[in-house]
């Protein structure tokens, strides 16, 4: 079983508003609700590609049952922790004829301390032996940094995968823990090392270093430029596909997506980074933030496999 961790949900409401004005009424043409947090989007990018999983956080206030309703009617399992405070909505505004995109972002519920032990209690559950946890996203107000990293030990200690995909200190302190796969960008591989990481050998050189600390995969997604995979016994690197971009939200959810399909269908060190950018090609080319299906993904593996190369890194 996949189970994925979306600690701080958010509801994204994009409103498109022609010649949005401040201070007036503004009336929008179209509007429309998406559910996310990164770990939601990894749940309906698997259910896409085949793949069941369960979806774990935290929901509350009216938000919640818009969740649920649309976690059902995609058919995702879920088991969230019900909070005393309203899970986010972010509203986006989009205004084609001046071409701005405004974002106003709500600062989200805080966590109290018997609900977060209600989440770990149930976290516990679900992290069966051979089970595959994707820890993803960010963390609401009210929990601590390392919460990451306790999430890791305990899937570990239970004998289940873990996939994790953070930034800043709770990418830092979690990483401690071992997971056995992680997915950063450049931007956060580079903040991990405070150093600028840009060339593909300063790049593998620092994720060769996290690997000997004992992490057995690393997806290094780099957006336009591609991806570059890091294992205990293979490195590749995979140049950019050439595709006409509508939205980039989400291209990072569906190469964690691709791990978790790599994992559960054996796929090669070479496939799975195949794979990884076929999911991330279809995903840019999606409007909004929809999730790219396998039909879209394999319609792109075979160019994506001749943009992959094998790099020999003296190992
Ligand atoms: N402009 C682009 N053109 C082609 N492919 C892209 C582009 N942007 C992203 N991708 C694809 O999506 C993958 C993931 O993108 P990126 O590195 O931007 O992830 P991320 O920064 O983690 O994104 P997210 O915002 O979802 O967290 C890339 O490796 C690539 O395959
Ligand atoms: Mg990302």
Wanted: proline share 2%.
């Amino acid at each position: 079983m996949v189970i994925t961790v979306t600690l701080n949900p958010a509801l994204d409401r994009t409103l498109i508003i022609e010649n949005f004005t401040l201070g007036t009424v503004n009336r929008a043409s179209k509007e429309r609700f998406d559910i996310g947090g990164k770990g939601i989007n990894v749940s309906k990018v698997l259910k896409n590609l085949g793949i069941e999983s369960k979806a774990i956080g935290f929901l509350g206030g009216m938000v919640k049952s818009v969740f649920l309703e649309e976690l059902d009617n995609r058919g995702i399992e879920h088991q969230f922790v019900e909070i005393g405070a309203q899970t986010r909505t972010n509203i986006k505004v989009v205004d084609n004829k001046n071409s701005t995109n405004t974002d106003i972002n709500e600062a989200g519920p805080a966590i109290k301390e018997e609900e977060l032990q209600k989440f770990i209690e149930i976290y516990k559950e679900n992290c069966k032996k051979e089970n595959i946890i994707v820890i993803s996203g960010g963390i609401p107000k009210g929990i601590s940094d390392d919460i990451y990293a306790r999430l890791i030990k305990i899937a570990k200690e239970r004998g289940a995968y873990t996939i994790l995909d953070a930034e800043g200190e709770l990418f830092r302190k979690a990483i401690m823990e071992k997971p056995y796969a992680i997915k950063p960008n450049n931007h956060e591989l580079s903040l991990l090392f405070n150093e600028t990481l840009e060339d593909e050998s300063k790049i593998i050189e620092k994720a060769i270093g996290i690997q000997k600390n004992g992490v057995s995969k690393i997806l290094v997604s780099l957006g336009s430029k591609g991806a570059i995979y890091v294992t205990d016994d293979e490195i590749y690197s995979a140049k950019g596909l050439k595709v006409e971009v509508n939205s980039t939200v989400g291209a990072g959810d569906s190469m964690v997506a691709a791990i978790v399909y790599s994992l559960l269908n054996n796929l090669s060190n070479k496939d799975t980074l195949t794979f990884a950018q076929a999911c991330g090609a279809s995903t840019v080319q999606l409007e909004g933030t929809e999730a790219c299906t396998l039909d879209e993904v394999k319609s792109f593996l075979e160019i994506s496999e001749r943009n992959v190369r094998r790099v020999d890194y003296g190992n």
